[in-house]
């Protein structure tokens, strides 16, 4: 089939009637195909090229076996008893990595090292996930959010540390995006291996970050 195209006074081009029968007579509009185009070239790179960005990390939450098994047994990893709450702050849920609603949710307090060496660095201290079970924070490759979003209920540190787990770097996020933040700590930081991210204030763990 041959189609021939002529312009017509909208400045568009018009396949000619149909010769054959089955032919089909059609407009093709270039100017909404081009904004159509450059929509999806633009959307491409927001999202495609945001999600290549994040993926250079990973966030690593509590795992739902260690929460439940801090539920089943009231007793953490130091042999404290686990004490139940409603909560008096934010948290965040170690485990959900959301905020509590103070006044209204319970959650489980108790100590816990996020290190499995020991060493002078290995840090032991106090964290809350939620009373009742909670899927983990699942979208791994960028930073929780709700943590994020709150610079006044949540101000966060990077602490870093090497593969031997020795503490090599310290950086209060502030004002800083802390996605790219820790991009920024990845690239530049060869020795750091992993990351903890923590309150800045109370020095409580939130969860650990790793190369991706």
Same mark, same amino acid.
């Given at each position: 089939?041959?189609?021939?195209?002529?312009?017509?006074?909208?400045?568009?081009?018009?396949?000619?009637?149909?010769?054959?029968?089955?032919?089909?007579?059609?407009?093709?509009?270039?100017?909404?195909?081009?904004?159509?185009?450059?929509?999806?070239?633009?959307?491409?790179?927001?999202?495609?090229?945001? #999600?290549?960005?994040?993926?250079?990390? +990973?966030?690593? @939450?509590?795992? *739902?076996?260690?929460?439940? =098994?801090?539920?089943? $047994?009231?007793?953490?990893?130091?042999?404290?008893?686990?004490?139940?709450?409603i909560a008096t702050g934010y948290g965040p849920c170690?485990?959900?990595?959301?905020?509590?609603t103070p006044g209204k949710d319970k959650r489980l307090?108790?100590?816990?090292?996020?290190?499995?060496?020991?060493?002078?660095?290995?840090?032991?201290?106090?964290?809350?996930?939620?009373?009742?079970?909670? #899927?983990?924070?699942?979208?791994?490759? +960028?930073?929780? @959010?709700?943590? *994020?979003?709150?610079?006044? =209920?949540?101000?966060? $540190?990077?602490?870093?540390?090497?593969?031997?787990?020795?503490?090599?770097?310290?950086?209060?996020?502030?004002?800083?995006?802390?996605?790219?933040?820790?991009?920024?700590?990845?690239?530049?930081?060869?020795?750091?291996?992993?990351?903890?991210?923590?309150?800045?204030?109370?020095?409580?763990?939130?969860?650990?970050?790793?190369?991706?």
């Amino acid at each position: 089939m041959i189609v021939l195209l002529r312009k017509n006074y909208h400045g568009r081009e018009n396949i000619l009637a149909p010769r054959k029968a089955g032919e089909v007579c059609a407009t093709i509009d270039y100017e909404s195909i081009a904004k159509a185009v450059l929509f999806t070239e633009n959307h491409f790179k927001q999202t495609f090229g945001k #999600e290549k960005f994040m993926s250079k990390f +990973r966030i690593v @939450p509590l795992s *739902k076996e260690f929460a439940e =098994k801090i539920r089943q $047994s009231r007793k953490d990893e130091f042999g404290n008893d686990v004490v139940e709450q409603i909560a008096t702050g934010y948290g965040p849920c170690r485990v959900s990595l959301t905020p509590f609603t103070p006044g209204k949710d319970k959650r489980l307090l108790f100590s816990h090292s996020p290190f499995t060496t020991r060493n002078a660095f290995n840090q032991n201290g106090p964290v809350f996930i939620h009373e009742k079970e909670v #899927e983990p924070y699942s979208d791994i490759y +960028r930073f929780p @959010p709700a943590i *994020k979003a709150d610079k006044v =209920k949540f101000p966060l $540190s990077l602490i870093g540390y090497s593969s031997k787990q020795k503490m090599v770097f310290t950086k209060l996020v502030g004002d800083v995006d802390v996605d790219e933040l820790i991009v920024k700590i990845f690239d530049e930081h060869p020795k750091v291996e992993f990351l903890h991210a923590r309150n800045a204030e109370a020095c409580c763990y939130i969860c650990k970050i790793e190369r991706a």
